[in-house]
């Protein structure tokens, strides 16, 4: 057997694109920032960074987080943590020829927080803003108002469209929706996170039926709040239950 020579295979770097979610105005939106440097000066994209020497891969993704919205990814191990973000390893991207710099592998990150204010622009970024989904995923590309329309940077589209998928099936059969919503919130809201989403309309009254009947799903605060008008709603936390039976299955559109 042959030693192991290093010079023999072809260097390569590693990076984390974060697909960043919330509901903002019954909006599902994404956070995204416009390049401050080539390749693709001027374009927007999915903020993400190079993988640094001494980093693992969930580290590196946490710490660009926080760099680029401020907020810290949620630790199971820590009851305590108030406002984490939800945060997982959505899929890695190689095709050679996604960086035109070198040899760029990304490993892309899915994170999802409650409605969360004006972003900061961090790194290559010189700008930084909240679109929705819809329009970033627009054919003809995305510009801000006054610009020019253009496709997102490097494969950006494609990793976008993976975790806002991602994002819509896995609230069909896990609680993963209350991570868009307040420690506190009402069937109402969780309704509204559902629909932003989906891009549907829910019936409320089968809506309120079926969360409130799956075990385990939502738990009574014993509070109740008039923050969204009308009567006193109840206000519910997120129950124990990570995978929902029955499931929340998705309107056909």
């Known amino acids: 057997m042959s030693p192991y020579d290093p010079s023999a295979f072809p260097p390569f770097a590693v990076t984390v694109d974060l697909v960043v979610l919330t509901v903002r105005r019954h909006a599902l939106c994404a956070l995204a920032v416009r390049r401050g440097e080539p390749p693709f000066q001027g374009r927007w ?15 590196a993704a946490a710490r660009e987080l926080i760099e680029e919205t401020g907020l810290c990814a949620h630790d199971p191990a820590d009851p305590d943590q108030v406002n984490g973000a939800h945060l997982e390893q959505l899929a890695t991207y190689g095709d050679p020829k996604r960086d035109p710099r070198m040899r760029v592998v990304s490993v892309a990150h899915l994170a999802l927080a409650p409605d969360l204010p004006a972003p900061r622009a961090g790194g290559d970024a010189h700008s930084a803003r909240w679109a929705s989904v819809e329009d970033l995923l627009n054919q003809s590309g995305y510009g801000r108002e006054g610009e ?50 989906w891009a549907v309309a829910l019936d409320p009254r089968n809506f309120h039926r079926k969360v409130t009947g799956t075990p385990g799903f939502l738990v009574p605060t014993g509070g109740t709040t008039t923050r969204q008008g009308g009567r006193p709603a109840q206000l519910f936390r997120a129950g124990g239950a990570t995978l929902l039976n029955p499931p929340m299955l998705r309107p056909e559109v």
């Open 45 to 59: 994209a999915l903020p993400g960074g190079f993988v640094r020497d001494d980093e693992d891969l969930s580290s």
């Open 148 to 197: 020019q329309a253009a496709p997102l940077a490097f494969d950006h589209a494609q990793i976008l469209a993976d975790g806002v998928e991602r994002a819509r099936s896995k609230i069909e059969y896990s609680s993963l929706a209350t991570a868009f919503c307040p420690p506190e919130f009402t069937v109402g809201e969780l309704r509204r996170v559902y629909e932003a989403v």
